[in-house]
């Protein structure tokens, strides 16, 4: 019987060693959040800080303390969507508040079930010993110490989780682009800011063009790109097929955002010509950013990783990481290196980056998939609403007329049209020049952080 039990109890202790780590679901949220200016779909502007958000409204702090509402219907469609972020940021911190979630959102994370199977387990044998008086009080003091004692490690023997990267490592893969990006870390992750513009040309070949163009976006503070030092396996990668056609995917080595190579619509975005020669093009924002693996940063990244995953994976190009020619790749777009660590490689075809995310990644689920998104990730700031698609249109030139601006062209009907921007400390200005020669004139307020 008492083989039995220590079998039983052995069983528990090993539900505990071989419980697989759960999704690192808090995310990682900044306390103080990057805000300014929020717009209002009636066109006028409301300044405050972010402070706490509850059913339908957000509070917002302003100078002094003050606090005023804000009624989320009245907010535009961006700026609802950035409150309802940030609501359920603070909501997240709440919840962080309770000691269980603190432990459940540090690094010692145990499936919930297979730890209490493993504590009931324990318990029983224990009782099961007193109960029968099978063995003296010091055995069974020894034995249930030793049963929690084996719970408390079976915390930290998470065999889910590759070794945690280096600072330094990924560091070196961003320092060809510095200063134009900036670095920085702490404990949990890697830290990027960039205005999001890269040092090569960009928007020509555009043949399915928005009528954006690029602008500089705030990449910066709070607002940061934020790459996990210790990735984690995820039990079931999440296919960038279904999921993720909002926000980015993986940051690239000079500050650019690389996201799902489908489009909004889950159309291949290279394939229906809305890509430039460099793999990008414009969101919304006017925010630059790529759809398919820059794999011209080769040229001067060499061996070193292109890019890292918002899982905190690497992204090489055609070469493994010690040059030799590229080995076969799963269907997230990678493999084991011989480090014993897992990397994607960019490909020239789909899904040109990742195909699942072999990491654990936290998401927004405030739109479902595939409209959904991974978090934490910088969030571009659009200063002008949407236009149309110019149908017809192809970009020619994109090329800087003097510090801080640019003048786009495009061709359509064999005729030449242009949209001239510039911006300075107040505001961006933009002329566009049909191709008919019809002139119009638009300026839009820069927005500060405060
Ligand atoms: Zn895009
Ligand atoms: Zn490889």
């Not at 405050?48 to 005023?68: A, C, H, R, Y």
């Not at 998401?363 to 991974?374: G, H, L, M, V």
């Not at 934490?376 to 002008?384: E, I």
Request: glycine share 8%; with cysteine.
């Amino acid at each position: 019987m008492k083989t039995f039990l220590l079998v039983i109890l052995l069983i528990g202790i090993h539900c505990s060693f071989s419980s697989k780590a759960v999704a690192h679901n808090g995310g990682h949220y900044h306390q103080q959040d990057e805000l300014g200016t929020w717009l209002l779909a009636s066109g006028k502007t409301v300044h405050g800080n972010f402070f706490m958000g509850k059913d339908n409204t957000i509070v917002l702090e302003q100078t002094g303390g003050k606090l005023i509402t804000v009624p989320l219907d009245q907010l535009t469609e961006q700026d609802r969507e950035l409150a309802i972020l940030k609501m359920q940021r603070f909501n997240e911190l709440n919840r962080a508040a309770t000691l269980f979630v603190k432990i459940k959102s540090s690094a010692f994370i145990v499936n919930k079930n297979w730890l209490l199977l493993g504590i009931l387990i324990s318990l029983v044998c224990s009782y099961g010993y007193w109960y029968r008086k099978a063995v003296p009080n010091r055995y069974l003091t020894t034995i249930t110490l030793s049963s929690f004692l084996v719970l408390v490690v079976s915390f930290v023997g998470q065999s889910n989780r590759p070794p945690k990267t280096s600072a330094a490592f990924i560091d070196s893969a961003f320092a060809p682009y510095k200063p134009a990006v900036q670095t920085s870390w702490d404990s949990a992750y890697f830290h990027v800011a960039s205005t999001g513009l890269p040092n090569h040309e960009m928007m020509v070949g555009i043949k399915s063009w928005q009528q954006q163009v690029p602008l500089p976006q705030n990449y910066t503070g709070n607002n940061q790109w934020s790459i996990p030092l210790q990735p984690e396996y995820a039990a079931n990668p999440i296919s960038t097929k279904t999921n993720f056609m909002r926000g980015a995917v993986a940051l690239a080595v000079n500050g650019v955002p690389i996201f799902n190579a489908l489009n909004n619509r889950g159309d291949d975005a290279f394939l229906v010509g809305e890509l430039d020669q460099w793999g990008g093009h414009c969101g919304k924002g006017d925010d630059y950013h790529y759809h398919v693996a820059p794999l011209h940063l080769e040229t001067l990244s060499g061996w070193m990783p292109i890019a890292f995953a918002l899982d905190g994976f690497a992204v090489y190009a055609s070469k493994e990481p010690d040059g030799t020619a590229m080995k076969p790749l799963d269907e997230c777009h990678g493999h084991v290196g011989s480090n014993g660590i897992y990397h994607y490689h960019g490909t020239i075809n789909y899904p040109y980056v990742i195909g699942a995310m072999k990491g654990k990644v936290a998401t927004d689920e405030s739109k479902p998939a595939p409209e959904n998104q991974i978090v934490p990730q910088a969030f571009a700031r659009p200063v002008r609403p949407p236009l149309t698609p110019m149908r017809g249109a192809v970009i020619t030139d994109l090329k800087a007329t003097a510090n801080n601006a640019y003048s786009l062209t495009y061709q359509m009907d064999k005729k030449l049209g242009y949209v001239n921007y510039s911006w300075d400390a107040n505001n961006y200005h933009f002329t566009f020049i049909d191709i008919n020669g019809n002139e119009r004139k638009e300026t839009y307020p820069r927005r500060k952080q405060q």
